[in-house]
């Protein structure tokens, strides 16, 4: 069955960065487009972009650039995104999502506490 | 970048109402339109993609319809288990948008 799976909770201090990873099982994970979705605690879903597995092309949203990276591991099936220059307003829960278009499948969500 | 508008910010009504939620684009999406349901402290669940194509498994009293700049979920009758925030999304163009979420609780 379709599963993508994150990494855990992390702690950071402003400043810092994080590397959230998402590993892929049971589909081809060349064939889907990976996107990354947060949410601040009490807030709504916020896309923060995409990535092609199969050529490493990447799609940001503005506010970010400069700021994020999503990468891959094809060896592993594995997806990554980091964010630098950490605040406290990207304290969040962060999904990677599978599909291009629509995400069937979410991850369970990595949960980023940004704190001094 | 395309601007999502939802309404309501939140609605109570009582099982077996038919719930109408709207979603309004700042311009044309054609039918590049998705809607997801997050229960409380679930991860978000894909409803409907293509503006009304049921995702399957999604029970049919949840319906989808729209086109260019106006959207529509409906309920045909809430269960207990619809209660949740329901968002809108648009993929028609980069950045991929979404609504402000409808809370959706029972009365």
């Known amino acids: 069955q379709v599963q993508l799976v994150q990494s855990g909770a992390e702690v950071k201090k402003p400043g810092a960065s994080v590397k959230v990873s998402c590993k892929a099982s049971g589909y081809d994970f060349l064939g889907f487009y990976i996107q990354w979705v947060r949410q601040a605690p009490g807030q709504g879903l916020e896309w923060m972009g995409w990535?092609?597995?199969?050529?490493?092309?990447?799609n940001y949203l503005q506010k970010f650039q400069g700021r994020v990276s999503m990468t891959r591991d094809t060896s592993v099936n594995t997806a990554y995104m980091e964010l630098t220059s950490l605040t406290s307003d990207d304290t969040a829960f962060y999904y990677c999502?599978?599909?291009?278009?629509?995400?069937?499948?979410w991850g369970q969500g990595t949960l980023v506490t940004v704190s001094s | 970048d395309i601007q999502l508008t939802q309404s309501p910010s939140s609605l109570s009504a009582s099982v077996g109402d038919r719930v109408t939620i709207t979603c309004r684009a700042s311009?044309?999406?054609?039918?590049?339109l998705v809607w997801y349901q997050q229960k409380p402290g679930n991860v978000p669940r894909l409803l409907i993609y293509a503006t009304s194509v049921l995702r399957s498994g999604v029970p049919s009293r949840f319906r989808g319809s729209g086109s260019g700049t106006d959207f529509t979920l409906t309920i045909s009758s809430l269960q207990p288990e619809d209660v949740a925030t329901y968002y809108c999304?648009?993929?028609?163009?980069?950045?991929?948008?979404f609504g402000q979420g409808t809370k959706v609780e029972i009365k």
């Open positions: 999304q648009q993929y028609d163009s980069d950045p991929r948008t």
């Open positions: 311009q044309g999406i054609h039918t590049y």
């Open positions: 990535m092609d597995p199969k050529s490493g092309d990447t």
């Open positions: 999502a599978r599909g291009v278009h629509y995400h069937d499948y």
